[in-house]
């Protein structure tokens, strides 16, 4: 058990719907991460917060949000949903801001869009 | 630019095997961390272990072993004597500082599977 939570497990939605992915992450870890792993493009690195604050952005879609909030769990929100949002979800957290610190995974979200 | 290539997708091995999934990356820093990270077919991802670019010295963890050559750009990984539990995709992962901003990029994973 990594102590990073996740919920929901799963997630099964229409196109066009929006939908908030929860992340606690270990108790004492200030950064969360997102990751978004599919088929075709692997693990790709959404976004980054370090207490609180935005860190580091990457492949995240306009139509994708996040926030980390005071007592440091994070949402991710998707919006306008389209099939190809179809994926897993991760979220990570780790001791400090810096990559170098491994990252410590949730279980991760499946969200399927119909 | 930064790459880390999984050459080999998939592997198949019969238990008690040995088995070393390749691991080759690109980076034009001279600081950087490499990582090694499993996925169970239950899904979620474990750390396995990290190293730093200064650090050209194997580690072994049981079973595991990992072997880094800066010469080859290549971080590898072998497990001894594999077993069914030993079941999962593997990821390598490199991390670098360019510009002050840091970034963690995986490989696209090796496919492992331990057949009794």
């Known amino acids: 058990d990594s102590g990073v939570t996740q919920t929901p497990k799963h997630l099964i939605t229409a196109t066009g719907q929006r939908v908030t992915l929860r992340c606690s992450p270990r108790s004492g870890d200030l950064s969360v991460y997102w990751y978004q792993q599919s088929l075709d493009q692997g693990l790709q690195f959404l976004i980054q917060?370090?207490?609180?604050?935005?860190?580091a952005k990457g492949n995240i879609l306009e139509r994708f949000s996040a926030q980390q909030f005071p007592d440091l769990h994070s949402e991710l929100n998707l919006s306008s949903l389209e099939l190809g949002d179809s994926a897993l979800y991760f979220c990570?957290?780790?001791?400090?801001?810096?990559?170098?610190?491994?990252?410590?995974f949730g279980n991760g979200t499946r969200l399927t869009v119909t | 630019a930064q790459k880390v290539t999984q050459a080999q997708t998939e592997i198949s091995v019969v238990e008690k095997e040995d088995v070393t999934l390749d691991c080759v990356y690109e980076t034009r820093d001279t600081t950087y961390y490499l990582f090694w990270y499993k996925q169970p077919p239950s899904g979620e991802l474990v750390f396995l272990i990290r190293r730093n670019s200064f650090d050209e010295q194997n580690e072994i963890s049981g079973r595991y072993s990992w072997n880094f050559q800066k010469s080859t750009s290549s971080f590898n990984f072998t497990i001894t004597a594999s077993q069914v539990v030993d079941s999962a995709v593997y990821f390598c992962?490199?991390?670098?500082?360019?510009?002050?901003?840091?970034?963690?990029?995986f490989g696209k994973g090796t496919k492992l599977t331990v057949n009794p």
């Open positions: 990570a957290s780790s001791v400090d801001s810096s990559y170098n610190s491994p990252l410590h």
């Open positions: 992962a490199l991390s670098e500082t360019q510009g002050g901003s840091e970034k963690l990029v």
């Open positions: 917060y370090y207490n609180g604050e935005e860190r």
